[in-house]
């Protein structure tokens, strides 16, 4: 099992950027696919990124394909999402996800960090 924290979060303007950033406890981080979700108001879940357990597979949602980067650190059992040329659509709570698939890993997740975009 694999608890994760996510950190990063806050109000930015449009075209901004925010870096998030995700800490898992465990000795087994590189046994995970990790990712990204987010969730808006009244909608559901949805996937924004994913990386594979040694990054050499990386999945972006079309909506933040060229503005948004997944980068993960092994030694320091971390994941990141670069986020760049923020628009207010990308407002919502942000989870960090780790799982057995590469595609969807969504076993486990953090607790959120909220993202506000502001026009």
């Known amino acids: 099992q694999v608890q994760l924290v996510e950190s990063g979060g806050g109000l930015v303007q449009a075209g901004g950027s925010l870096r998030l950033s995700c800490v898992a406890s465990?000795?087994?981080?590189?046994?995970?696919?990790m990712g990204w979700f987010r969730q808006a108001p009244g909608m559901e879940r949805e996937f924004v990124a994913g990386i594979s357990r040694f990054g050499l597979t990386i999945r972006y949602s079309d909506s933040v394909k060229g503005r948004f980067t997944i980068s993960r650190d092994n030694a320091k059992n971390m994941v990141y999402l670069q986020m760049n040329s923020l628009k207010p659509e990308d407002t919502a709570v942000y989870y960090c996800?780790?799982?057995?698939?590469?595609?969807?890993?969504?076993?486990?997740w953090g607790q959120g960090t909220q993202v506000t975009v502001s026009s």
């Open positions: 996800s780790a799982g057995s698939s590469s595609s969807k890993p969504d076993d486990y």
């Open positions: 465990g000795r087994t981080f590189s046994s995970y696919n």
